[in-house]
């Protein structure tokens, strides 16, 4: 996606060489009529797919999803990371190895909002190593829901997310691949 590609390359920087920061437009502040367009850019790849729920997990998956939702008339879920008191204690329970964080959280989905025969979209900001978009996969597994597609916004193509997700028989669609970082640059996939 063009203007995807256009908004990382000139307001994206490189932390460590290694993590992308889009906080102008996706992980902070949010572009919503850019959003928008992302929106319906993945409905256009998923048209033909059957979907009655978006998933995502808290918290940065959050506002991308809401709008991709709009796009297909459905709810969203979002997994949550801190279970409080408020959660219910019927859950389905997923552990995640976090690649900016580099700890092990758990994940939680009440088992009220996700069923047999729901047919799901997963929706994130970013795939690197799959940790995430697994442990979301899991959930889905666990409750019998079938998992139809994984629509993400940034996948760094130099790291084994796709390859992990795809192993498990799932399709990714990535608005934006990055190869890899050069000297403080994102270098994009043409
Ligand atoms: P994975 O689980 O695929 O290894 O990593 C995906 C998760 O890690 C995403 O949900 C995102 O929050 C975070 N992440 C991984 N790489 C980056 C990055 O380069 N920039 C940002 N902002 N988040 C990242």
Do not use: W
Request: aromatic content about 8%; charged content about 30%.
């Amino acid at each position: 996606m063009q203007l995807l590609k256009d908004k990382i390359r000139n307001e994206g920087t490189v932390i460590d060489g290694k993590i992308l920061k889009v906080d102008s437009f996706l992980n902070h502040q949010m572009d919503i009529q850019f959003f928008n367009e992302m929106g319906k850019e993945f409905k256009k790849r998923f048209q033909d797919t059957e979907i009655n729920k978006i998933i995502t997990i808290e918290a940065s998956g959050i506002g991308i999803a809401c709008i991709v939702a709009q796009y297909f008339d459905v709810p969203v879920v979002f997994a949550k990371k801190h279970g409080g008191t408020n959660m219910s204690t019927n859950v389905y329970e997923s552990k995640v190895y976090s690649f900016t964080k580099d700890h092990y959280y758990t994940i939680k989905i009440a088992k009220d909002y996700i069923k047999e025969e729901d047919k799901i979209l997963i929706i994130d900001d970013f795939l690197a190593n799959g940790n995430a978009l697994k442990g979301l996969i899991d959930i889905c597994n666990q409750a019998g829901a079938k998992v139809q597609g994984a629509g993400i916004v940034i996948e760094k193509g130099f790291q084994n997310g796709r390859k992990v997700i795809e192993k498990l028989g799932i399709r990714v669609e990535s608005l934006a691949i990055i190869e890899g970082f050069e000297d403080g640059k994102v270098i994009l996939n043409e």
